[in-house]
């Protein structure tokens, strides 16, 4: 039963290590998610950052593509335990956008929005890493409606519901701010190789 939703689970000693405890490796990509897929329009789509930043915006989807851009090739990892290794993603990196809001050095911690009122929480040390993405492409084709087009966070380091689907907005915190899930009882830090999945671990 599992190998049929999730593929594939053997690995070999040499992609064994990237793979942290607990979890399966997967050919496919799974979709999970809370709720139903949104239907976005890129006409009246928009993008905003906002909180502790000296210069808040907001974007419309050809302003967004507009910013500089780049690609990751990176591995991921699910908390209900695939991992999908050589990923390769592209859009905009979140330097881009830190440097545009200039963030203040009061914040601390950021929550994305999403739609239908989905958040997700993150140090800003942890936000702001050379493999972090605001992604619009996976595979070298636009992200499919499921996987969260037409944009979504990739923060590779953790396990994946802290890469929110369907964002619309950052807001930097100068405090945590507990996300949909982590008030669920997901841990707080979703660190994939200490295992850190529910809040008891």
């Known amino acids: 039963m599992f190998e049929r939703l999730f593929g594939n689970t053997a690995t070999d000693p040499a992609v064994a290590e990237r793979i942290p405890p607990g979890q399966y490796r997967t050919e496919k990509f799974p979709v999970l998610h809370y709720g139903s897929v949104p239907k976005a329009d890129l006409a009246t789509w928009d993008f905003r950052v906002f909180g502790e930043v000296d210069a808040p915006f907001t974007l419309t989807w050809e302003q967004f593509k507009a910013l500089p851009r780049k690609q990751v090739h990176t591995d991921v990892h699910c908390v209900t335990r695939w991992s999908k290794l050589d990923t390769d993603w592209e859009g905009v990196p979140i330097q881009a956008i830190l440097e545009l809001a200039q963030v203040r050095p009061s914040a601390t911690h950021v929550v994305s929005h999403a739609e239908q009122g989905y958040t997700a929480n993150l140090p800003l040390a942890v936000l702001d890493d050379d493999d ?58 979703a660190d994939p190789w200490k295992e850190e999945r529910f809040s008891g671990d």
């Open 132 to 189: 972090v993405l605001l992604a619009d492409t996976f595979g070298g084709e636009p992200l499919e409606p499921e996987h969260g087009y037409p944009l979504r966070l990739v923060v590779p380091k953790k396990y994946f519901w802290k890469s929110a689907k369907w964002i619309r907005g950052l807001e930097f915190l100068d405090h945590d701010q507990l996300g949909f899930w982590e008030r669920y009882g997901y841990h707080n830090d």
